[in-house]
């Protein structure tokens, strides 16, 4: 029999907290850091396709892009480094989309993405939304991050990280080589250096 008109499909997740996050209207007070880090820690980055006993995760690199982006300019205020952090929080409910793909679904997949982020940004005291000046910031951090992965991780050379994510700068300093030295986390470890950045970012004045 076809499904009665009065039957809506479900369109609400369950995260291991108890929340039930509605896809179609996400509400920050369903809104978890623990959900997020769990989620996170477990969508590789790369598809996978990365060295090491475990997959580089995106609750990695959301660590490592607000490191960097604190790296460039030391006087990133709590609420810059906390979205830096946030930069890629929707993922735990969509996973981690390769760019072109998200293209070719469109702007509905915006859409959902931009209310998910304005709904994360809101439960953790954030604007709904970054000026265009701290989006392209964070946007250059992640671009640096790329090319850190992409070489030290996914097996590209210099020559062709260089073309696909640009030759990094701003990543001169006693110890940074050493400090941006790419391990892959276990899952669970991922998590944790997630919710622990997180609260230390949370609890700064």
């Not at 907290?17 to 790369?46: K, M, Q, T």
């Amino acid at each position: 029999m076809p499904r009665s008109t009065a039957e809506a499909p479900r369109a609400w997740q369950r995260m291991l907290s108890g929340r039930r996050l509605d896809l179609l209207n996400p509400s920050p007070l369903d809104i978890e850091i623990e959900d997020i880090a769990h989620g996170l820690a477990r969508v590789a980055r790369w598809n996978g396709q990365t060295k090491g006993d475990h997959a580089f995760s995106v609750a990695q690199h959301c660590v490592l892009v607000a490191d960097i982006a604190f790296h460039l300019d030391g006087e990133m205020n709590r609420a810059a480094r906390l979205a830096a952090l946030l930069h890629d929080a929707p993922e735990y409910v969509i996973g981690d989309m390769i760019s072109p793909f998200k293209a070719a679904l469109g702007v509905d997949y915006k859409a959902f993405e931009i209310r998910l982020m304005a709904a994360i940004h809101i439960r953790f005291g954030l604007p709904a939304q970054s000026t265009i000046k701290l989006e392209t910031f964070i946007k250059k951090a992640d671009r640096i991050a790329a090319y850190l992965e992409a070489t030290q991780l996914a097996g590209f050379d210099v020559a062709e990280a260089e073309k696909f994510f640009g030759r990094p700068r701003g990543l001169d300093g006693e110890g940074t080589a050493k400090f941006f030295k790419l391990k892959p986390l276990a899952p669970n470890d991922a998590s944790a250096l997630y919710v622990k950045t997180f609260k230390k970012l949370a609890e700064t004045p």
